[in-house]
């Protein structure tokens, strides 16, 4: 059966994004997700697929291409993103992230598919992806939620640091939501934005801060004008480092005297919303109408 998503996380590394226990059992445990379930195995959207566990930039999408074997296929890796190891079953090639020892599936050469006549075959569990061609590296992510997805992409895609950020929904129990669903209050989850950022030029901490200074950390059930579920304050940590930053960070401003009622919440799965959603403001040339900063820190 196809692996899927649950909320029984794996511990990680510090620094390690936690894992699902689905993601735990192909990534630490080397196992196989079944093959034509994966989200990326037909998708070809142009950007950076990243390790999953630590972030780091394992394949562009100009390497990826069509096999039909019912796993994502690229005839090449992101130099010195992949280490290759003997299979414990003596005939195939284990591929790994160099960086954190995720397994990644498996190299196969000689099936003459494409001119490079190599086929990695990932599974798609193993990685996320980014709309956008990243250097070699880690990279960050973080997931915020503080009203319409479309002020908090606006301010996070302006700061030094930030490669991309995507408006979209989590927190909620309905897989695939649309925004109509969203929408009614009733799907659990909040609009929200999924930012990477790269690490050698920004922190967690430092848009965390800015995060809690674009919205009204202390409003209940709503961001300004927009009221419901759907537009609560909300932090979504990957991991227990970003965990104890945010509830440092939720302590200081509380120390302050402001009543926050942020919630911190380890994170499920994230939908990417619409296309219509994504650079709301800077495609429409508008400027956000329910957040603005305010400096708290």
């Known amino acids: 059966m196809a692996f899927m998503t649950t909320n029984s996380f794996s511990q ?4 390690y994004n936690d894992l699902t226990k689905q993601e735990a059992a192909v990534i630490n445990g080397k196992g196989t997700e079944t093959p034509f379930t994966g989200k990326y195995t037909n998708f070809f959207g142009e950007g950076t697929y ?5 972030g780091q930039a394992l394949y562009y999408s100009s390497s ?24 414990p079953d003596g005939f195939r090639t284990e591929i790994e992230c160099a960086n954190c020892g995720a397994h990644l599936g498996h190299v196969f050469i000689g099936e003459q ?20 061609h990243l250097a070699p590296g880690r990279y960050g992510t973080a997931i915020f939620a503080g009203g319409c997805f479309w002020g908090v992409e606006y301010y996070m895609q302006k700061a030094p ?3 991309t950020v995507t408006s979209g929904y989590t927190g909620g129990h309905v897989k695939n939501p649309s925004y109509r669903e969203v929408c009614t209050g009733t799907t659990g989850h909040a609009e929200s934005v999924k930012i990477i950022y790269d690490s050698d030029k920004t922190s967690y901490d430092k848009l965390l801060r800015l995060f809690m200074e674009i919205h009204d950390p202390t409003q209940v059930g709503g961001q300004g004008p927009d009221i419901g579920d759907q537009y609560r304050s909300e932090i979504f940590y990957l991991n227990d480092d970003q965990k104890k930053i945010a509830e440092n960070d939720i302590a200081i401003l509380k120390g302050k005297g402001l009543k926050v ?12 919303a619409e296309d219509y959603h994504q650079d709301y403001y800077f495609k429409n040339g508008k400027l956000p109408y329910c957040h603005v900063y305010t400096k708290r820190f």
Do not use: Q
């Open 12 to 15: 990680e590394k510090p620094g």
């Open 50 to 54: 990243i390790c999953k566990k630590c």
């Open 64 to 87: 990826k291409f069509k096999s039909d074997c019912g796993w994502p296929s690229f005839d090449d890796e992101i130099k010195g993103a992949v280490a290759r190891y003997p299979d």
């Open 113 to 132: 598919l494409t001119a490079k006549d190599t086929r990695h075959c990932v599974n798609s569990i193993s990685m996320d992806f980014v709309p956008a």
């Open 161 to 163: 640091g930030v490669i």
């Open 261 to 272: 009622v942020t919630a911190v919440t380890k994170a499920s799965e994230f939908y990417p």
